[in-house]
């Protein structure tokens, strides 16, 4: 896969604060990349490094081979869509698709063809003389869009560009953007506002703390296989179960209770000693399915919380919290004692100490 | 609807709340309404007095009944404030003070908006190295007193040969409005989005395109605001105008003044009332003029678009 954005031992720092450390990230042709983690992570600062909006303290960007590094935004072949749209509001649609088309001084049968392309594509046709109030929350993100696309540019640059919307506006677009994605195939670096937006759209996603890429990986793998203990929790709703126990010549063991890891894929040959065993809610079973799992264990219920498509359980395995999601069919009451299950397998194994997976 | 009505103070109290809630005369109510009109009429009086003074004969002010109406109505002290009132030697009314007041207005607002908008937006958007202490300097200039710069300020303008001259007046009033402007501008597009300014960027627009393609036409309500300050200030302005205007350019206050303080001859009571209100006209008329825009402007920048 040739490169598309390839970013190179890249340093920001305000002042004393360091938002982003020696980050290198290469990004293929088309590929559709994912920047996720908690606020304050440096995942918008990296995009605002990439459109060139920040001045970077080191490293280089090289967009499409180019090293852009030094290069103004708007001649490094990127587009970009932020969360609150960002129109002029004292232009209508069609002078806001128009804008540096006519600050490019092109042509204007060329613009005209353009913006008529855009509008095309994004369906925004009968609004091009409309300005920006009076249009709807969706139509407006739309149009931002089409704002990137009438540059015909390399790279899309999405910063939550849904996070204004309703849920139900949310997930339309969503699909929107992933058809868009399919239909152009240019490389795009989203910022989503939650991991579902990120889980469904990426092709890979990097999950970032304090500046530093922690895994980047495709979106099954990071959920399978987290790397370490911050992208397990990190990813999931509820979050994964954290059960610190030890290792003992490849069991698990918390208090009396022990989880043969026989099944399990070790990265490294295991060595003995402090763990953390980690279970994801989903991948727990109750009722009949308990029989087929490795791991049986009864335990009592705390609180549930019905979701709708399903319900929630909160209990505690060891003496530690663990939650379990059920079928919403399932009839689930706080006191109840049930027996649930799963297979360690399925699971991840962390080093107390590092948090890396072992 | 009924219940709103049976609901009444004094009426059978088993009635069942709903609707919109009666509003009562409370004696709260009353005291508010009280004091709003004893305040009125304390601020409109004096006006009252100005305006019959000046529609009055001299013999009948004489009479010193300043309340009563005048018996007849007569424009003439109007016409002599405007037109043959003498300042001094000369005695063309204040008709020569208001052309020159419009000319150090028109000239002065513009030129002082203009800048500070450059300035607000370039210290909102363009961070450069020290941008914030060159703003602090700039507020701290608000603070200074007129009267200690004066002094330097005369020697410094009569070196470059523009004491008493229309630039002259022009400069100051740009200077003296510039801090509390630039805070007014600065406030602004710091107050609107940044991703506007970034999109901006990123669709190619430098820093005079963004500025008058984009942020010009947004700033319109605010600067609706900075023309009433500039308008009305410069207008006003007394100080700067007998001091750095010059013998041809003296705005109309200062020669208001000099009708009013005029030492020879009766005291005209009528044409001074007539020239005062004149004088103050221009000001008020922006102030009613504007004040449904001011509204509208600052409803519509309190609407995210």
Known sequence: ?358 | MTAAVDNLPGRGAAIEPRGPKPKRLTPARIGIYAFLIIASIFFLLPLWVMVTTSLKTLPEIRLGEIFSLPQQPTFDAWFKAWDTACTGRDCNGLKPGFWNSVKISALSVPISILIAMLNGYALSFWKYKGADLFFALLLFGAFVPYQVVMYPIIIGLSRVGLFGTLPGIVIIHTIFGMSILTLLYRNFFASLPAELFKAARVDGAGFWQIFFRIMLPMSVPITIVAIILQVTGIWNDFLFGLVFAGRENMPMTVQLNNIVQTTTGTREYNVNMAAIILTATVSLVIYFLSGKWFVRGIAAGAVKG
């Open chain 1, 1 to 358: 896969m040739q490169s598309s954005v390839s970013i190179k031992d890249l340093s920001l720092s305000f002042g004393q604060v360091k938002v982003l450390e020696s980050l290198d990230l290469d990004i293929g042709q088309g590929e559709f990349l994912v920047l996720l983690g908690p606020s304050g992570c440096g995942k918008s600062t990296l995009l605002n490094c990439i459109a060139g909006l920040l001045d970077i303290t080191d490293g280089q960007i090289f967009i499409s081979g180019r090293n852009v590094t030094w290069e103004e935004p708007k001649d490094r072949g990127v587009g970009m869509v932020f969360q609150s749209y960002a129109l002029y509001p004292q232009m209508t649609v069609e002078r806001n698709l128009s804008f540096a088309l006519r600050v490019a001084r092109m042509p204007k049968p060329e613009i005209a063809d353009r913006v008529k392309r855009a509008a095309e594509i994004l369906q925004i046709g009968p609004l091009l003389e409309r300005k920006p109030v009076e249009l709807s929350g969706g139509q407006r993100q739309r149009v931002a869009i089409g704002r990137a696309l009438v540059r015909d540019v390399d790279v899309f640059l999405f910063d939550e560009p849904l996070s204004n919307l309703d849920a139900k506006l949310r997930s339309d677009l969503r699909i929107e953007i992933r058809r868009l994605h399919q239909r152009l195939k240019n490389t795009m670096i989203y910022v989503p506002h939650d991991q579902i937006e990120a889980m469904t759209l990426a092709d890979r996603i990097a999950i970032m703390r304090n500046g530093v890429i922690q895994q980047l990986d495709d979106p099954h793998t990071i959920y399978n296989r987290p790397k370490n203990l911050f992208v397990a929790g990190f990813i999931g709703s509820p979050s994964m179960n954290f059960l610190n126990g030890r290792l003992e010549g490849g069991r698990f063991s918390v208090d009396q209770t022990t989880i043969p890891l026989a099944d399990y894929a070790f990265v490294n040959p295991p060595q003995d000693g402090k763990v953390v065993l980690g279970i994801r809610p989903e991948h727990v079973a109750v009722g009949d399915d308990v029989r087929r799992m490795p791991v049986q264990l009864e335990s009592e219920i705390e609180i549930v919380e019905p979701m709708g498509s399903d319900t929630i359980a909160w209990t505690k395995v060891a003496g530690q919290p663990f939650t379990f999601r059920a079928a919403s069919e399932v009839h689930l009451q706080p006191g109840q004692k049930v027996a649930i299950g799963f297979d360690p397998s399925r699971g991840s194994v962390f080093d107390a100490e590092s948090g890396e997976r072992i």
